[in-house]
Antibody, heavy 118, light 108 residues
Framework: EVQLVESGGGLVQPGGSLRLSCAAS????????MDWVRQAPGKGLEWVGH??????????DYAASVRGRFTISRDDSKNSLFLQMNSLKTEDTAVYFC?????????WGQGTLVTVSS | SYVLTQPPSVSVAPGKTARITCGGN??????VHWYQQKPGQAPVLVMYYDSDRPSGIPERFSGSNSGNTATLTITRVEARDEADYYCQVWDISSAHWVFGGGTKLTVL
């Protein structure tokens, strides 16, 4: 069974940092591009960014709203995806989903809540 | 940056047909994906490459894309179809995935 499980969410003060993880299982993780998508409370989906696979040099793209503050990385040996979030703002408060990118985003984790508040 | 426009809400009676639109500049030249999201759950891919259904998605779901509008059509709507629906495209010029604002489908 294809599965993605996020962890690492929580409460953080503005200006702080947090690192999210996503554990993948049930498929060949290293073959796939992987993405992070977030959803603020009561709002729609917002793409955060993605990391390509080794064949595409692990290159990344980011939404303008997070570029320079967030970094996506992966460890193919551990089937894991990461999102390092620095200089957090109150508007970064959201549920963060890890997704697999194939024909669209065909597999999603259950999400982890990040709350940025003083 | 590329913008996708969806109606905030669509209402339909059970058994009828729901059409959810997604507008974008020359969206017909792009591949559109659609997601269904129920409250408290992760989104689910219900249509990819405009009109292909993932396994497990009922045949009642279909998609089309031409000109400036992509459409997700749900025939013989059931109560379980009530959800938020999002369209998505890859904007090659900005190297960004873009989501529409979402449409809340209400089954009357």
């Amino acid at each position: 069974e294809v599965q993605l499980v996020e962890s690492g969410g929580g409460l953080v003060q503005p200006g702080g940092s947090l690192r999210l993880s996503c554990a993948a299982s049930g498929f060949t993780f290293s073959d796939h591009y992987m993405d992070w998508v977030r959803q603020a409370p009561g709002k729609g989906l917002e793409w955060v960014g993605h990391i390509r696979n080794k064949a595409n040099s692990y290159t990344t793209d980011y939404a303008a709203s997070v570029r320079g503050r967030f970094t996506i990385s992966r460890d193919d040996s551990k089937n894991s995806l990461f999102l390092q979030m620095n200089s957090l703002k109150t508007e970064d408060t959201a549920v963060y989903f890890c997704t697999r990118e194939t024909t669209g985003f065909d597999c999603w984790g259950q999400g982890t809540l990040v709350t940025v508040s003083s | 940056s590329y913008v996708l426009t969806q109606p905030p809400s669509v209402s339909v009676a059970p058994g009828k047909t729901a059409r959810i639109t997604c507008g974008g500049n020359n969206i017909g030249s792009k591949s559109v994906h659609w997601y269904q999201q129920k409250p408290g759950q992760a989104p689910v891919l219900v249509m990819y490459y405009d009109s292909d259904r993932p396994s497990g998605i009922p045949e009642r779901f279909s998609g089309s894309n031409s000109g400036n509008t992509a459409t997700l059509t749900i025939t013989r709507v059931e109560a379980r179809d009530e959800a938020d629906y999002y369209c998505q495209v890859w904007d090659i010029s900005s190297a960004h995935w873009v989501f529409g604002g979402g449409t809340k489908l209400t089954v009357l």
